[in-house]
């Protein structure tokens, strides 16, 4: 009886072959080493092809290390748990980040600095005892005491291969965090002004506020977006009077300067001339007898609460300019 042939497995896609390979490339050379061109190579592809998915190889590495400061920074929290005289002391300032210069090592952290008052001793003294530590943590091959008392540690390649292992396994889920506990915030952002015209503020408000609503959802929360359109109260009694001014100068009255408290705006001097177009030919056709139209669309626009006070000022100036023709 012939064997069934067994089909081969479906090739990776680019995105998650190009991690395999970055990983075998570090297994090899160390990830100081890893360059795209050479996950290319290993892959047998044109050398531009894994530049679709990583434009650089800081592109795949800046993720990559930034879960590995979150996971350090847990244990750098277990070892100052074990020092004695941290006991309670707040940790908000304590940062664990790539130093400045990389060839100081892979992660540093200020704990030592911002913690010596609180332990009564000097930053260099808390130093030595927090490397002592750190030096006990799985991955970290190497702890030094840079300046007055910052740490510095260097990472075993394991730990880069375990970590770009993890991103080929979660793939578009690779960040994401329970971090959140599904509680619900509130972002609202952009939220103009109805009383004056866009501009480019706006557009940096909606593009702040939604990366920052993704983010918050990407860490476990439930958020709610909102836009807040404050079209009532004081603010746009003060819109009605300040585009009746306008109204008026485009009827001819000769206004002056735009009382205090009013808006001055010029955005304001189209809205006063569409008003007196529209207006205007509504009350020569209603002179000539005329039917005239139940809704004007450019006045019902105006906010409803202010509608009927300003629309019978409207008119009768618009009359008065209309008989004062004939």
């Known amino acids: 009886m012939p064997r069934k042939k067994i089909p081969p497995e479906a090739p990776l896609e680019l995105r998650d072959a190009c991690i395999v390979a970055a990983q075998e490339v570090i297994a090899e050379r160390g990830i100081e080493n890893l360059s795209l061109r050479d996950v290319a190579r290993k892959l047998g592809v044109s050398h531009q092809a894994p530049y679709k998915h990583y434009p650089s190889r800081d592109h795949l590495l800046a993720e990559v290390m930034r879960r590995c400061f979150q996971h350090f920074a847990a244990h750098l929290d277990a070892a100052l748990d074990r020092i004695p005289m941290l006991a309670g002391a707040a940790r908000s300032n304590v940062t664990v980040e790539p130093p400045r210069d990389p060839a100081h090592g892979d992660l540093s952290t200020n704990a030592a600095m911002v913690l010596a008052k609180r332990a009564g001793v000097a930053p260099r003294v808390l130093a030595e005892a927090l490397k002592v530590e750190l030096e006990l943590v799985p991955g970290v091959t190497a702890v030094e005491i840079a ?180």
Not at 261 to 271: A, E, K, M
Not at 293 to 299: A, C, N
Request: proline share 4%; charged share 25%; net charge neutral.
């Open 147 to 326: 300046g007055p008392g910052f740490l510095n540690m260097r990472l075993g390649d394991d730990v880069w291969r375990r970590e770009l292992s993890s991103v080929h396994r979660l793939g578009d889920d690779y960040g994401r965090s329970a971090f959140g506990a599904n509680s619900v915030v509130n972002i609202e952002y952009v939220s103009a002004n109805p009383t004056g015209p866009m501009h480019m503020g706006h557009c940096r408000g909606a593009v702040v506020g939604d990366a920052l609503a993704s983010l918050l959802e990407w860490a476990g929360h439930r958020v709610v977006r909102e836009y807040y359109v404050n079209d009532a109260g004081g603010q746009v009694d003060v819109l009605a009077r300040s585009a009746h001014v306008r109204y008026r100068e485009a009827l001819g009255d000769q206004v002056g300067d735009i009382p205090e408290g009013l808006y001055p705006g010029d955005y304001l001097v189209p809205v006063g001339a569409a008003l007196a177009t529209e207006l205007t030919a509504f009350c020569r056709a209603s002179l000539s007898g005329v039917k005239i139209p139940r809704r004007i669309d450019f006045v019902t626009e105006l906010p409803r609460h202010d509608t009927g006070k300003l629309y019978k000022r409207l008119i009768r100036d618009a009359y008065r300019k209309e008989t004062a023709d004939v």
